[in-house]
């Protein structure tokens, strides 16, 4: 295909053509405006200003007329007539002036907006390369967070808006892909839902973060809302776009384990007999021989033209990325199509919004990375006499396994189809001005399938004896089907100076899940590998449904007077069929003021200040991510392991769950109050907000008495939970001047978090929550009024007088038993501070980008530390590598609840380093820019753990993150 442009641009070339040389300036000041676009009307011919506004362009000798434009200015065609040099001063489009952000139902100029809302662009993104699109924001926005969950190829990250909002309930953002809310759970087939859509095609990224932002959204609203707009054609007379990279990383670190010579040393000093007779002759690093360098390539190729009364974009991608763990991968290909048509003279207006992708991911096998870790370093790879397909492994069942075995013998991989789109007509009522029916009508539908198969000379698999061999395939199907009918009024009264902008109507979405499942097991041959379960002579099917039904009324008045003072009035009524009938129906309403206090007659001589906007805003809105039919016993049949003996035959049950027919929304009710300020004519600018959140009503697992409800726990709104803060952004543009240019953003938010309310029992002490890896059943965080979501229950370490840690035997019940009831509540998974800065230099024709993020204020607890780090690991069933940390505890059982493993996970991280240089005087090529990228390149940190960026807060052989290299290149013609 890149051949094929090339020989078009050369056939273009080729033409008779004289050279049209000039220079393309600003009308207001005469500066010249570098990166101007200059096209032949009428023919696929253009190129771009350079840094002093000048261009040279080869033009056909038929051409007549040539197109300059550029962002923020009115375009002009301007006649040949003849002319080799020809100079133009652009206008700058009054209509630009006042930057659109997207809203929940529509648009609205920058300045208008009464909630918290903030946008960033395509200009904007982190350069970096990323799978999923949240990646394109992470560290630009104040209050919100995105972690990625661990380094695995497209993996799913951690997205909060302003902390912590539920106990059981999802805390992610509602996310709508132009103009349709998007159902984002999970599926065993990829690691992450949003991977699907191709980060090329995004435009822009809007987040919704207070209530009178959200609560158009009602139901959904409570953890905020991310609104992705993607790319259209514009005004673009036919452009070909081509983005293409190929990247290499390597892992940055990894769990601290003990080599084969110093685990030798300690065994032979320290360890029983057991462990002794088990040392090997070889020296196996299991950590590394799991690693390797990866590699990955994308590309992404698009076409957009425009025309008088309509235009469109086709866009087509593909990714293919490595992970730096064995036996994982990520790839996709991915098409989009977006068309714009106008008709009746400008009064009736379609859009089409539509695109498609396949993802293949392949799954490293579950438990290599602890296996890795811990395996005994002594022991060889390979044992060629080992029924275990050639492979060296323990033979006691509970032992730990070889993670060669597992990588090489069994298969994991996933296969998702994903097709989400709308059409969307606007109908400019012709009798009432300002007034306009809309109709969006999208759907969101996704496929695909897992695979898994395990062969029987596979260890895990072998001890099951004539169970031995699985193969599994998962399947998944679910459809979003969306209709929206609402109307709009826009309209000024200029006797009474005001202006009203009016939106109200109705939704419909409709959801229906599928997941059959088929389980194999019992193989007589491994021949056919996950492609047939004819071998196997045990299987077991499941077929779940689960439809979810939304049905909603919404509208929303914004009221400008005067041009400065502002007010915003939402509501929303939202039918779930999540609920049960007496709890089905929830009002959410909200309400806002604003004032632009820079439009006073006072403050006409303050010269200095361009804008000031004051906000205030309440609302409520809700959140219904708690699973379907809640409030109703579901009946789920039994299996052979718990049928009922009724005389000589044994009878299949059927056991209904646990329900509470009063399940209800959460509901969180926000205060907001915001300040935005633009100085030197928006040089400097930035904004300022202070929240309170407080969400009622929320869902819960609790106990409850034996057979009360045919079950011992249940599902029930109970508890209460503060978010409060502080939110700072700031847009600098700190040095312009010549061919230099730097400019600079920087964003904080504080978040407080405190559970208000955990039980109705006064004295109840909390739940004990946050589960680690090294015995059943034990936890580390307590769920306690008073305390925040997150807080680790640890008992404070002892030490002697050399400073040393005084180790306490588990075995002795009086002592051990004082340590666990000396429990106490002690920091916090969350960070208090999350920071984001992002600097962009250019000059001449080189660019640069570096961006950097920060947590403060968090907590990690070393779960590989915990579980690994004792000489307990020589006395379990087979002896095990131990962590070094070791070496400065002594611990000979384990201490799992000491604060001794909780360190302080606050880091600095160099995410990204991007150098560029761009060319635009290459005939028949509007641009040609080459890059390089660096990413994750360094993190300052205390924690000693591999990485301190721990979703949750528990570190536990997470799939290690890597460092990133990137060379690309970006053409336009």
């Known amino acids: 295909m890149i051949a094929c442009l090339f020989l078009w641009v050369g056939t273009a070339s080729a033409q008779d053509s004289q050279e049209i040389t000039g220079t393309v300036t600003d009308a207001s000041n005469g ?32 051409a007549e007329m040539l197109r300059f434009s550029f962002i923020g200015y009115e375009a002009q065609e301007v006649p040949i007539e003849g002319r080799t040099t020809i100079d133009v001063a652009l206008t700058s489009d009054a209509s630009s002036l006042d930057e659109v952000v997207v809203i929940g139902y529509g648009t609205q100029e920058e300045r208008d907006v009464t909630g918290a809302v903030e946008s960033v662009r395509t200009e904007d993104f982190n350069q970096a390369p990323v799978v999923s699109p949240e990646n394109l924001i992470s560290g630009k926005v104040a209050g919100v967070q995105i972690s990625s969950g661990d380094g695995s190829p497209g993996g799913g990250n951690l997205v909060r808006i302003r902390g912590e909002n539920s106990f059981s309930a999802g805390n992610d953002p509602l996310y709508v892909i132009d103009g349709v809310p998007i159902d984002n759970g999970g599926n065993r087939a990829q690691r992450n839902p949003l991977n699907f859509l191709n980060p090329n095609d995004i435009a822009s990224m809007t987040v919704l973060k207070d209530a009178s932002a959200t609560a158009i ?27 293409g990279s190929v990247s290499t990383s390597v892992i940055n670190d990894r769990v601290s ?281 045990e299987s077991q099917t499941f077929v779940d449904v689960v439809p979810n039904r939304l049905i909603s009324g919404f509208g929303r008045i914004n009221y400008t007077f005067a041009d400065r003072y502002l007010a915003t009035f939402t509501v929303r009524r939202d039918g779930s069929s999540r609920f049960g009938p007496a709890e089905q129906w929830g009002t959410f309403p909200s309400a806002a003021l604003g004032w632009r206090v820079n439009e006073e007659p006072f403050m006409d001589d303050v010269d200095f200040l361009s804008s000031l906007r004051l906000r205030l805003s309440w609302g409520i809105t809700g959140n219904q991510e708690i699973g379907n039919f809640g409030f109703e016993p579901l009946y789920t049949p039994g299996d052979a392991q718990s049928q009922v003996q009724f005389g000589n035959s044994f009878i299949t049950t059927l056991r209904p769950s646990a329900a509470d027919e009063g399940l209800k929304w959460e509901e969180k009710t926000t205060y907001n109050a915001g300040i935005n ?61 010549g061919d230099f240019t730097w400019d600079a953003n920087f964003n904080a938010a504080y978040n407080e978090n405190e559970v208000l309310k955990v039980s109705n029992d006064d004295n109840f002490e909390g739940i004990l929550t946050g589960g680690i890896a090294g015995a059943t ?110 070496n400065e505890t002594g611990f000979t059982q384990p201490q799992y609840f000491s604060d001794i493993y909780l360190e302080d996970g606050s880091f600095l991280r160099l995410d990204n380093v991007s150098v560029g240089y761009t060319v635009r005087q290459i005939p028949g090529v509007n641009q040609l820019r080459v890059y390089g990228t660096a990413s994750n390149l360094l993190t300052i940190t205390g924690y000693d753990g591999p990485d301190p960026e721990v979703n949750g807060g528990i570190d536990n052989n997470l799939y290690p993150r890597s460092r990133s290299f990137t060379a690309g290149v970006n053409l336009q013609f």
């Open 677 to 737: 300020f633009g100085l030197f004519d928006e040089r400097f600018s930035g904004s300022v907000e202070v929240y309170r959140e407080d969400t009622d009503d929320l869902l819960r697992i609790i106990p409850v008495a034996a057979g009360a409800n045919l079950r011992n726990r249940l599902l029930t709104n109970i508890g209460e939970v503060r978010n409060q803060g502080v939110e700072t952004s700031l847009s600098l543009s700190i040095f312009r001047g």
């Open 31 to 62: 500066e010249p405006l570098p990166g101007a676009n200059v096209t032949v009307v009428g023919e696929p011919i253009g190129t771009a200003t350079n840094v002093d506004g000048e261009y040279a362009l080869d033009v056909p000798s038929s």
């Open 257 to 537: 384990m003990m080599g084969a010579e110093e685990y030798r040393n300690v065994v032979r000093n320290d360890g029983p007999s057991q462990a002794i007779n088990q040392l090997g002759r070889t020296s196996t690093d299991w950590q590394d021989l799991v690693e390797r360098q990866s590699f990955g390539q994308e590309h992404s190729v698009s076409f957009a033209r425009g025309y008088e009364d309509s235009d469109f974009r086709l866009s087509l991608g593909y990714l293919d990325q490595e992970g730096t763990l064995q036996g994982s991968s990520t790839e996709r290909i991915s098409l989009s199509f977006n068309y714009n048509q106008q008709f009746l003279d400008d009064a009736l207006s379609i859009t089409a919004n539509l695109r498609g992708s396949q993802t293949q991911d392949q799954f490293e096998p579950g438990g290599m990375v602890g296996n890795a870790a811990s395996f005994n370093p002594t022991v060889p790879v390979r044992d060629f006499d080992s029924p275990y397909g050639g492979f060296f492994e323990w033979g006691e069942s509970l032992a730990e396994k070889n993670p060669l075995a597992q990588l090489v013998l069994a298969e994991n991989e996933g296969q998702a189809r994903r097709s989400l789109g709308n059409v969307e007509a606007e109908y400019r009522i012709p009798f009432v001005e300002g007034l306009s029916a809309r109709l969006n009508v999208g759907y969101d539908v996704q496929e695909g399938e897992q695979v898994f198969f395990a062969p029987t000379n596979l260890k895990e698999e072998a001890d099951q004896g004539e169970d031995a061999g699985t193969v599994q395939r998962a399947n998944f199907t679910r459809t979003n089907s969306l209709l929206d009918a609402y109307l709009t009024y826009d309209n000024e009264f200029e006797e009474i100076d005001s202006r009203f902008d009016i939106t109200a109507g109705y939704s419909y979405q409709d959801f229906v899940s599928k997941f059959p499942e088929f389980t194999a097991f019992s193989l007589d041959n491994n021949i056919f590998g996950g492609s047939s379960t004819g071998p196997a002579s």
């Open 777 to 886: 059943g034990n936890n580390v965080q307590i769920l306690r009024e008073g305390e925040s979501l997150g807080t680790f229950f640890l008992y404070e370490q002892s030490y002697d007088e050399n400073g040393d840690p005084i180790f306490t035997d588990p075995n002795d019940t009086e002592a051990y038993g004082e340590l666990l009831n000396s429990r106490r509540p002690v920091g916090n998974a969350s960070p208090d501070w999350v920071l984001g800065h992002t600097s962009q230099f250019a000059y001449q024709n080189f660019d640069a980008s570096v961006s950097l993020r920060a947590h403060i204020g968090n907590d990690v607890y070393n779960n590989n530390a915990s579980n690994f780090g004792h000489l307990g690991r020589l006395s379990d069933i087979v002896a095990s590598n131990i962590h070094t940390s070791y």
């Open 217 to 243: 959204y009602g139901s959904r609203g409570a953890n905020g809302v991310i609104l992705i707009e993607t790319k259209q054609a514009g005004e673009d007379e036919g452009r070909i776009t081509y983005d």
